[in-house]
């Protein structure tokens, strides 16, 4: 039996095993969970919510490190949701146990969580913004949500942030690869790391070129920053914190920071009625009315659509 | 206005035109979809699927044309879904068009597309099956999915075939990386790629390792085979072919066939349904009662899961 009350108390206070309890039974999909974010309501919306993505190799974790020590500097406190399949700690790790994050490790106001990709119920869309929530009612200034830009689930879910920044790395024409990926118009600030590297210039300039950041916006339209990083040696760093400064200034002023959080909001209630609709699909006849339907459509008696509105209607007419 | 009757039977005699206009359909979640899918029905079921997914960098194109010339030799008719979020041609290829596949775009009997992965209606797990079941209905003997082995929904895909082809290349520690990725235990048939570079015996070694393939196994159960291969100079092919036949035969031995297009329907049809759900939940209420929901949700008096019984409640009581 998990004592609900006590383990939201407990996370409130910002005590890290209750944080890592709570975002566990997000993971597992745990009945718990209505309870505890009627619980944790009260107390969200506080955090600053930042997306980083990019292609395999670019530095996100390197990247993510750093922006730590940055927002630590400012004595914020810091949470970290890594969402990444390729994370040997994905699927339960404990918070703090990323290689690249273990300068962070005995920080007490530094929050890191990895969260697998995989064989979760309603996926991704379901269960990052409810890890959010924990880490935003635990206290965390500034969330970091780094994520692998392959995938769409996993570039939906860096979109969401209330800021969204997308990493490159010079060479191999990596601006195509990103344009390619779709995941430019994603984002609110763009770094070029490993600047240190041949070609981070031509990777700025060409970046530069397909933003069109030369031609002329509407006033009060954001111009989304191209930052140079040497991640690995804190350069550029502050610069970025900067850029995410701004950029939240401006969500801010231009009433964006709501529409984006509200369209967050939605996207989130609309994964939890999916998924339990999903469930119900499945209770409904004990799978069995599924497994008939399925059956007839492997046996080509019967098309999908056809299929799916006898599902429906059995599920709204019960 | 689209004639429906007229393109279905123009797709089912291989006209690639047909054939390409009926995917264009399911990329844009038309809604002559229910009617195109209706028509195909009696003529799916017939193609073996086969997925074949992994990292970037493994020669998965390369390896899904040289199977390409391997099936055309053999005389089969091909089909290509092409699911790749770095393709430059997705959101709306012709068929033929991609690079690595020139060699097979004059011929009348390989159908090749390429998918977008992104800004989907309920996403890949609605539009891969239906894309599909045009190439089945188009005649295709064997179909080939090709899938990049990083992100959830991408994975799904490839595992949803009647065989998965899970590719690694030698170094860098590859077959670690793909354990990383959850992509080993959906794989049926394992092809070490790039076999002339160092390290080759070693990922096989390795891989084997992982597999557990030198233990026992109960009778009937299927023990995937590690072919290597060079896929660029096309030798290996053969063998993987090979495999690919001695599982489709275990397949079809065991009942397991069935078993996955059951599921796969299964998954199609709850796809389908879903999809149509949450279109229902933007009617209802002129998606009005969702920003509500979200605003109150947003502002913390609401949790999201108190969120998403209203929802659902006006869902099913209008």
Chains 1, 2 share one sequence.
């Not at 869309?125 to 500034?142: F, H, M």
């Not at 770094?191 to 700025?204: C, E, P, S």
Request: glycine share 10%; proline share 4%.
């Amino acid at each position: 039996m998990i004592d609900v009350p006590t383990l939201v108390e407990q996370a409130r206070e910002g005590r890290p095993r209750a944080v890592a309890r709570l975002i566990t039974l997000v993971e597992n999909a745990a009945p718990e969970l209505r309870e505890v974010m009627a619980a944790l309501a009260p107390y969200t919306g506080q955090a600053y919510t930042v997306g980083l993505t990019g292609s395999p190799g670019v530095g996100k974790s390197t990247s993510t490190s750093a922006l730590v020590s940055a927002y630590r500097r400012l004595g914020k406190r810091v949470g970290v949701l890594a969402v990444d399949p390729s994370s040997p700690f994905s699927g339960g790790a404990l918070l703090g146990d990323r290689v690249r994050m273990q300068e962070h490790a005995t920080d007490p106001e530094v929050f890191i969580r990895s969260m697998a990709t995989r064989g979760h119920l309603g996926g991704l869309s379901w269960s990052a913004p409810q890890a959010l929530r924990v880490l935003d009612a635990a206290g965390c200034d500034v969330i970091l949500v780094e994520t692998v830009g392959v995938g769409q689930s996993e570039v939906e879910v860096a979109a969401q942030a209330d800021t969204t920044v997308v990493l490159l790395a010079p060479g191999m024409g990596d601006g195509i690869q990103a344009a390619k990926a779709g995941i430019l118009e994603i984002g609110d600030v763009f770094v070029v790391n490993k600047a240190d590297r041949d070609g981070a210039d031509a990777t700025a300039r060409e970046l530069n070129h397909m933003l069109g950041l030369g031609e002329a916006r509407e006033a009060g339209e954001w111009r989304p920053p191209i930052v140079k990083t040497v991640a690995a040696r804190g350069e550029g760093v502050d610069e970025v914190v900067e850029a995410l400064e701004k950029h939240r200034a401006w969500l801010a002023e231009t009433g964006e920071l709501a529409t984006r959080r509200r369209r967050r909001a939605a996207d989130e209630v609309e994964a939890i009625a999916l998924a339990a609709l999903r469930a119900r699909i499945g209770d409904l006849h004990g799978d069995r009315h599924l497994s008939a339907l399925a059956e007839r459509v492997a046996a080509g008696d019967l098309d999908p659509y056809g299929a799916a509105d006898e599902l429906i209607s059995s599920l709204t007419n019960p």
